[in-house]
């Protein structure tokens, strides 16, 4: 089993940076490590994902060219580096880990961290 807690979030403005980091107990490296966010009244939403082994990164439109993904094996920690912010990035912030033959679902992923909070001011 995997466990993950997830730190980083928080206030900034717009244009500004925030790295979002989410620490994993358990074996990892089969595993594909996924990145959504919710925002009030909205569905889940999926915007990154990393294949462990590999480091292979796919992202959604909304924030590719913006947001970064990576690990760091020896810490068994994945990042988001999200740059640019915009106000339409405000939402609870998740990392989860899952198939990487369903990367793209959230029913796909088995384990979810607690979530964190992006809040980005015009």
């Known amino acids: 089993q995997v466990q993950l807690v997830e730190s980083g979030g928080g206030l900034v403005q717009a244009g500004g940076s925030l790295r979002l980091s989410c620490a994993a107990s358990?074996?990892?490296?089969?595993?594909?490590m996924g990145w959504f966010r919710q925002a009030p009244g909205k569905e889940r939403e999926f915007i990154a994902a990393l294949r462990w082994n590999a480091g292979n990164t796919y992202y959604a439109d909304s924030v590719k060219g913006r947001f970064t993904s990576s690990r760091d094996n020896a810490k068994n920690t994945v990042y988001l580096q999200m740059n640019s912010l915009k106000p339409e990035d405000t939402a609870v912030y998740y990392c989860a880990a899952g198939d990487p033959g369903r990367m793209w679902s959230r029913d796909g992923y088995d384990y979810w961290g607690q979530g964190t909070q992006v809040t980005v001011s015009s």
């Open positions: 358990g074996r990892t490296f089969s595993y594909a």
